[in-house]
């Protein structure tokens, strides 16, 4: 049971016999056994003189290694960080088998996977590794599964990574001889006098994948798992609950039409809470489903319970309308909104203003509401709060669609001192979708074509509205210059008589992405449309760029030809292209 103690003590006598008849670079005898026996010597000193590795205190407590002697305590600690190194310094499986199987008091938890990683190690070798009789590893798998009850979790969970890896090495080693075979027919180098290299199944033999050892190192990690709760009964749904818990089921991303409708029309009125309809707007908006028997429903249901609905929940439920460009059959439906923003209004200013907003897109402003937005008390009253500016951002918008929508209204106006820009930056979804947008690849088209001094790119116009190429033309239809000429139209232009303005008109380039759309990709969304509009009613010529067109364009001659088109059908034209 000393084959540890006894190996040490001959490896140091042989160690010190080889340096007494080495000539050159070692020590004398008598200053060999000076040092030796020197009380000033180190211990690292001591392991490099007997050619072994210094001893290392270590603590392999029992959540790691399962050994519960204290780091680098105990009369054994010494034998048993003996062994280790000699698994480590293994010169092949069955050396690896006799360590084991020869020092039964010696062996601990955490041995075992430093024989599994010595023994990849020795397989992995190249050029070519040690041959292994299937007798060994069968012998060390038997040790290991008898002792694996004892191993703690971490160490069942080593074993089990080193005894995968050592299945899957076959297929590699084979893999890599077929590729080596095959570049050496491939360069001309085999030859028929060269001797053929031993066959691979003596020294790529592992543990199968679904062999004893795996099976049971497999049994012990399930084994140590807390066991798992009962899954809850599901809960019976009904109504108002089944539709909220359709709203955020995984399939509505999926069918989120069908799903909602069938909901729905299992849905008792009484059942049609606001929170449930809450919800269901917020879902049409955000993922822009322009679903006509949702959104009648909802409309439906603003104008029945318009008693029981303050401006907070109504600015939800009309969300989607703006949004999605749609305005609702049901009659009842804008004398209902002018009733709540008229007992509403005061109460609660930031919902007031998102109604109008939607109601903005639609292009239905009620006057009597854009009297009281539009008062000095309300302005007064907003200017104190924390969300002013959004407030007055929005605000500003309104203005403008009076002044470009509604040439009949007398009312009251926001005083210019009061005005922001619209949108002083792109939208959020322009922002998120950056790397999907055609705007780059256009842009790179539009400079081959025209030159980079006859475009501008995301130039913000008065009061406010971006824009994707902004192209300066003359009456003739030449492409001008853009940093020669004035780009902006002056606003408002009722204010300039048409006589006296710039005859040079100003063409703009939208870009109309997959997102600028309902989901059904036809109809613009209420943003889109609205900022298109408004920009039509200043005086710019729009040119609308689909996304279905751009996308079938393929590479940049493609869509250079496609700009050639669309500007020549304009009836424009400049010089050489580039300028």
């Not at 590729?179 to 790529?204: I, V, Y």
């Not at 008792?268 to 809470?273: A, C, H, S, V």
Request: with cysteine; aromatic share 6%.
């Amino acid at each position: 049971m000393m084959h540890v103690e006894l190996l040490c003590k001959k490896s140091s006598a042989r160690t010190l016999k080889d340096s007494d008849c080495s000539r050159k670079g070692s020590p004398a005898p008598n200053s060999m056994l000076r040092v030796l026996l020197s009380a000033q010597a180190s211990s690292a000193r001591l392991s490099g003189l007997l050619l072994l590795p210094p001893v290392q205190p270590c603590c392999l407590g029992p959540n790691k290694w399962g050994d519960h002697r204290p780091p680098g305590g105990g009369p054994h600690a010494g034998p048993v960080q003996g062994l280790q190194r000699l698994l480590e310094q293994a010169r092949s499986p069955g050396e690896l088998l006799r360590w084991l199987g020869q020092n039964p008091t010696k062996v601990r938890a955490h041995h075992y996977p430093v024989a599994l990683r010595r023994l990849s190690q020795l397989l992995g070798s190249l050029p070519q590794p040690p041959p292994v009789e299937q007798a060994t590893l069968q012998d060390l798998s038997q040790l290991i599964i008898r002792n694996c009850p004892s191993f703690d979790i971490h160490t069942i969970h080593v074993c089990l990574h080193l005894a995968a890896l050592l299945a899957d090495l076959p297929a590699q080693k084979t893999e890599m001889r077929r590729t080596e075979d095959s570049l050496t027919k491939t360069a001309g180098l085999q030859s028929r006098a060269a001797p053929s290299l031993p066959p691979l199944t003596l020294c790529l033999s592992g543990f199968p994948s679904d062999g004893p050892l795996m099976c049971a190192l497999e049994q012990e990690r399930r084994f140590r798992l807390p066991p798992k709760p009962p899954p809850p009964l599901p809960p019976i749904l009904r109504g108002g609950q089944r539709l909220e818990a359709a709203l955020s089921c995984p399939c509505f991303q999926r069918r989120p039409q069908q799903h909602l409708i069938r909901s729905l029309a299992e849905a008792r009125p009484e059942e049609l809470t606001p929170h449930v309809m809450v919800l269901l707007a917020q879902h049409l908006a955000r993922h822009r489903l322009r679903e006509p028997q949702l959104l009648e429903a909802i409309a439906h249901f603003l104008v029945v319970q318009e008693a029981q609905l303050n401006s907070k929940v109504v600015q939800k439920l009309v969300l989607p309308f703006g949004r999605l460009n749609y305005v609702p059959l049901e009659q009842q439906f804008m004398p209902c909104l002018e009733r709540i923003l008229a007992r509403e209004a005061g109460v609660a200013p930031l919902a007031t203003v998102n109604i109008l907003m939607s109601l903005c897109q639609l292009r239905c402003l009620p006057f009597r509401a854009l009297h009281f937005v539009f008062s000095p008390g309300f302005i007064n009253h907003v200017s104190g709060t924390p969300h002013a500016l959004i407030v007055r951002r929005y605000l500003s918008l309104l203005d403008t669609a009076v002044e470009l929508e509604l040439p009949g209204y007398r009312g009251a106006r926001l005083p210019r001192r009061q005005q922001v820009p619209i949108f002083p930056q792109p939208l959020i979804t322009d922002r998120a979708r950056c790397k999907y947008s055609h705007k780059d690849i256009v842009a790179e088209g539009l400079r081959q074509l025209l030159g980079e001094e006859k475009y501008r790119q995301d130039l913000t116009v008065p009061p406010g509205y971006s824009t994707d190429f902004l192209l300066c033309v003359s009456s003739c239809g030449s492409v001008l210059p853009v940093r020669a000429q004035d780009p902006f139209l002056p606003y408002p232009p009722r204010s300039c008589p048409r006589a006296t303005r710039d005859p040079a008109q100003r063409v703009v380039l939208m870009l109309r992405e997959r997102w600028h759309f309902c989901r059904d990709g036809r109809v613009l969304l209420g943003s889109r449309a609205l900022r298109e509009r408004h920009l039509g009613l200043m005086g710019y010529q729009l040119l609308p760029l689909p996304f279905e067109e751009l996308e079938s364009q393929r590479g940049l001659p493609q869509l250079k030809s496609y700009l050639r088109q669309k500007l020549q059908a304009l009836g424009l034209h400049w010089g050489p292209e580039g300028g």
